[in-house]
C-alpha cells in the first residue's frame, strides 16, 4: 500500500506541476498581452497587469505544491515518516480543492468523473498512509 501511495503521490504531484507550468505559461502571456494593449481608457493597462499577476502567483502555488507531492511519494517509498505526514497533509488539501469538481455539471474536461478520480486517488493515499504507521515505524529502527 506505501507503494501505491507513493507512486500516486509523485503522478499526482506531475500533473499539479504540469498544470502549474500551463498556468504559468499563461499568466506570462497574459502579461505580456497587457503590455501591449494600447487603449485610451484609463487603467486598463493596469487592471491586466494585475490580472496577470494573480495567475502566475496562483501557477506559482501549483508548482509549490506540485513538486512538494513529488518529493513527498518519493521520500514515502524510501520509508521516510515526515513524508508520511507531508503526504497526508498534501492528499487532503487536494481531495478538498478537487471536492468542487464532483459538482461541475457536463461542462466537457471530464466534469464529475475527472473531480471523482481526483478525491478518489488523494483518499486512497490519505487511507493508505494513515493505516501504515508501522510499516514506517519499522523502518526507522
Known sequence: MVTGAGITMIVLGSLITLLGLFVLIAGVFVGGAANQINVSTPG????AGAFAGVIIVIALIFLAFGILDIVAGANVLGGRSWARITGIVVAA???????????????GGGGPIFGLILV???????WALATTGSWFAARTR
Open 120 to 126: 478518489a486517488a488523494n483518499a486512497f493515499v490519505i
Open 93 to 107: 488539501i487536494f481531495g478538498l480543492l478537487s471536492l468542487p469538481g464532483l459538482f461541475n455539471g457536463n461542462n
Open 44 to 47: 486598463f493597462n493596469g487592471l
